[in-house]
Structures are given as structure tokens and as C-alpha cells.
T-cell receptor, first 114, second 116 residues
């Protein structure tokens, strides 16, 4: 069975500071990994995805994530937070062999302090 | 259409009533998914349709929940005899497929269901 654990339901950083949102996965097979973002009153949209190519994945809005098999992690980072980054972020995992279920984490709400 | 649309955007119903939630996927997308997002929770997978294949219903929480997809396009999620614990945001997503590879899911804005 696959699962993801997001450490910290709420993260607050100052504008301009580093953003680090943690995600650890559990998978019996090589996974695909995703980060989705949900801005207030909007639908979810894909930030980035890992599909076994480069371990460092770059996404939209300056975000990136690094797949670390030894740590079973896929943490999301951004060097300098912007006020517009305030949103809910979801890590997700899926089997490489299937395009069906994507299992989501419980989400991390990111707040940006002026 | 330009994106996935869902209707209604909000639905308030009384306990015991049936509700129908609608999803219009992106034109041409063969895969359609339903998720449920409860307050403070992640997204819970409900059901997945792929082309003409039998749907993956493994996430439906009870037999009060059902879904269909007509003509490979529009989908309706039906909840019978609603309970208060059914209150949540119901999200629909669609994606194209390419040789079994993971394709990006595009999400609709959701339907917020409140069961009184």
C-alpha cells in the first residue's frame, strides 16, 4: 500500500525566507510523486511531479522538490517566499505502473508573514 | 470547455435526502476521478473512470455512494440518504492518458456539501 505523510499541518514563514514543506512517502514499488497547490477558493493545480527522470524536479512559481530514495522523502522548497505563495499544499503518491489512484497527504497550510 | 467544471458549487441538504453532484471534465480527457476533501483532511479517493473500462470503485465509503459516467464524458456522483459525516468538498478531476503513463490531473473547483 502507498501513503504519504506531510509533517506539519501549518507552516508559517516570513516573506523572503526559505519555504520547506516536508513529505515522506511509503511505497512498495517505485513511485510517482506529486505536489499540488490549492489557493484560497480555487481548485487544486499541479506544482510539479517526479516520474523517475531527474531526482530534482522544478515546478511552477519557483518551487522545486528533490526525490531522495534513501530518506523516502520528497520535500518541497522555494528559496524566497512571496505573499502569493500562501495556500494549502498537498503531497501525493501513485504507482508507476498505473494511472489510476493518486493518494494524497493531509496537506500543509503555508502562511506568509509580511 | 477550458477546464473541469462542477455543479452545484454549494449544496445544503437535510439528513436522509439524496443528492447528485455533477462533473464536466475537460473535453477529450478519458480519465475522470472523484475525491472527497473533509475539513482538515487530505483528499480521499472515491472512484476512477477510464474510458470504457469498469470503474475503480474501491474508495467509495459505503453503498450509499455511487457514480456513473455517461457517454464517456459527464459524471454524476450520487449520495443516497445523506448523513452529517458526508459533509465535505467533493472534487472532480480529469486527465488524458498516454500508454499508461501518469498524466496530470486537472481539478474542478469542487462542490461543498453540507448535510444538516
Amino acid at each position: 500500500a502507498q501513503s504519504v505523510t506531510q509533517l506539519g499541518s501549518h507552516v508559517s514563514v516570513s516573506e523572503g525566507a526559505l519555504v520547506l514543506l516536508r513529505c515522506n512517502y511509503s511505497s512498495s514499488v517505485p513511485p510517482y510523486l506529486f505536489w499540488y497547490v490549492q489557493y484560497p477558493n480555487q481548485g487544486l493545480q499541479l506544482l510539479l511531479k517526479y516520474t523517475s527522470a531527474a531526482t530534482l524536479v522544478k515546478g511552477i512559481n519557483g518551487f522545486e522538490a528533490e526525490f531522495k530514495k534513501s530518506e523516502t522523502s520528497f520535500h518541497l522548497t522555494k528559496p524566497s517566499a512571496h505573499m502569493s505563495d500562501a495556500a494549502e499544499y498537498f503531497c501525493a503518491v501513485s504507482k508507476k505502473s498505473s494511472a489510476s489512484k493518486i493518494i494524497f497527504g493531509s496537506g500543509t497550510r503555508l502562511s506568509i508573514r509580511p | 470547455g477550458a477546464g473541469v467544471s462542477q455543479s452545484p458549487s454549494n449544496k445544503v441538504t437535510e439528513k436522509g435526502k439524496d443528492v447528485e453532484l455533477r462533473c464536466d471534465p475537460i473535453s477529450g480527457h478519458t480519465a475522470l476521478y472523484w475525491y472527497r476533501q473533509s475539513l482538515g483532511q487530505g483528499l480521499e479517493f472515491l472512484i476512477y473512470f477510464q474510458g470504457n473500462s469498469a470503474p475503480d470503485k474501491s474508495g467509495l465509503p459505503s453503498d450509499r455512494f455511487s457514480a456513473e459516467r455517461t457517454g464517456g464524458s459527464v459524471s454524476t456522483l450520487t449520495i443516497q440518504r445523506t448523513q452529517q459525516e458526508d459533509s465535505a468538498v467533493y472534487l472532480c478531476a480529469s486527465s488524458s492518458t498516454s500508454g499508461g503513463a501518469i498524466d496530470t490531473q486537472y481539478f474542478g473547483p469542487g462542490t461543498r456539501l453540507t448535510v444538516l
